[in-house]
């Protein structure tokens, strides 16, 4: 669905600072290198350090926009907004005029996590509860935030709020996990002061929110991981001036992405972020990205950092996860949810096998043994197979209720523009 952008360009009477169409480096803003024109800078065009060079598996370099500046029609249906886009200009605008993440700033107050958090499909989870119980449940960004009409969902706001939703009472934790396709979160940021989403679900009751997840596609132009970069932090500042307690998401594609990321992480003491791990669904994708970025994390972020680590089932990746960050870490998935109505369950090697039980006993069963493994209960199996098949089944966000894509995969649908009053730039 594409909205028609009424925002207009980037600071008015202002130099415009953001990329070079083409992916120009060395008349690019956000350009670190040397051999960058020194009249970008005397002109007050330069907005970086953020970028170094082109990425080359981008695959949108070739597009016609990026060809001749003359021709204008595909951008209303492209899916990125990369350098060559003709409205890039309304999209800095929309976040602030800036890449940078040095005037973001919020607070988080005090909050007891478990080691694990079950998330549920969006039924309630009273019955499950009520066999295993656990201090903190998690619901996904769409079954809150409709992706058919990009509306709240009613049963949120009515009486009782997330707690009466999720069937949970109120000395438990609510969590809503603000991940999705790209279509729920791009509708969401468009909407969410015209609609006011962030506020309506700050008068939902819930205790912690993971701020939705803008996309950080290894096939994307750095124009794009650069905005989205910002949009990670920007919208959780939102939900924190609304009186949510909110992660920020935090997404990478390279080192100098990492280490901006630990320097906000240090200038604003954040105590603690959330990084979504289901979108690396393959094994390379996993050794390529995900492994590299949360072993850098784990050395080099403040060692007070608590990390909220959505993930899927494979119980290796999770092993590694908890290695890495012992004491520090909780973990969200809805992996049992979902395997309990698929009639599967967790079994003693850590893989999830085929069972006839009822779905909460189902649940049960692979919850406990997950939660003992995470919390250290019980030792992690000492034969599970190595992270190297393509088995779906033991890949990330795997089942049919998955909430994500992977980081090379192709974005579904076009990106939709900011709407008139959506963005940084009018709140």
């Known amino acids: 669905m594409t909205v028609f952008l009424g925002v207009p360009p980037a600071g008015a009477g202002e130099p415009y600072r953001g990329p070079a169409r083409g992916c120009d480096c060395r008349n690019c803003g956000f350009y670190a290198g040397d051999d960058l024109n020194p009249q970008v800078r005397e002109a007050g065009r330069w907005d970086g350090p953020w970028c170094d060079g082109t990425n080359s598996s981008c695959a949108y370099c070739g597009c016609a926009r990026a060809e001749n500046p003359l021709i204008q029609g595909g951008c209303a249906t492209c899916s990125v907004r990369c350098s060559s886009r003709i409205d890039y200009a309304a999209w800095m605008a929309d976040v602030g005029g800036t890449c940078s993440y040095d005037d973001i700033a919020f607070t988080q107050p005090p909050l007891h996590l478990p080691p694990l958090i079950p998330q549920t499909d969006g039924s309630s ?9 656990f201090d903190a449940w998690a619901m996904g960004l769409r079954r809150v935030f409709s992706p058919e009409t990009w ?30 396709t790209d279509p729920v979160v791009e509708a969401f940021w468009s909407r969410r002061t015209r609609d006011r989403l962030i506020e309506r679900i700050a008068e939902q009751g ?35 001036a609304a ?103 967790l079994d003693e090697r850590g893989k999830w096998v085929p069972a006839y039980a009822r779905p909460v006993d189902a649940f049960a069963t692979s919850a406990r043994r997950l939660r003992d493994w995470i919390s250290g209960d019980t030792p992690w199996p000492t034969d599970q197979a190595p992270d190297t098949s393509e088995d779906p089944r033991d890949l990330e966000a795997d089942a049919p209720d998955t909430e994500d894509e992977p980081i090379d995969g192709t974005p579904d649908g076009p990106t939709e523009t900011p709407s008139e009053d959506s963005g940084a730039a009018q709140t």
């Open 206 to 240: 819930w205790d912690l929110v993971l701020a939705p997840n803008y996309s950080y596609y290894a096939n994307y132009p750095m124009a794009e991981l650069i905005l989205n970069g910002r949009r990670n932090l920007l919208i959780a500042e939102e939900f924190a």
């Open 243 to 345: 009186g949510v307690t909110c992660a920020p998401n935090l997404y990478w594609y390279r080192l100098r992405d990492l280490q901006r990321l630990r320097r906000w992480v240090e200038d604003t003491e954040i105590p603690l972020v959330a990084v979504n791990l289901q979108t690396f669904r393959t094994a390379q994708d996993w050794m390529d990205y995900a492994l590299p970025g949360i072993t850098w994390m784990s050395y080099e972020f403040p060692p007070t950092t608590q990390f909220v680590f959505t993930t899927g089932g494979q119980t290796t990746r999770l092993q590694q996860v908890l290695e890495l960050f012992p004491g520090r870490c909780h973990i969200v998935t809805q992996k049992p949810w979902q395997t309990a109505a698929h009639g599967e369950v």
């Open 125 to 133: 989870a009273a019955p499950f509860d009520a066999v295993l119980p």
């Open 151 to 180: 509306r709240l969902m009613p049963k949120f706001e009515a009486a009782g709020g997330a707690h009466a939703a999720l069937g949970i009472n109120d000395n438990q934790t609510a969590v809503l996990v603000g991940y999705g």
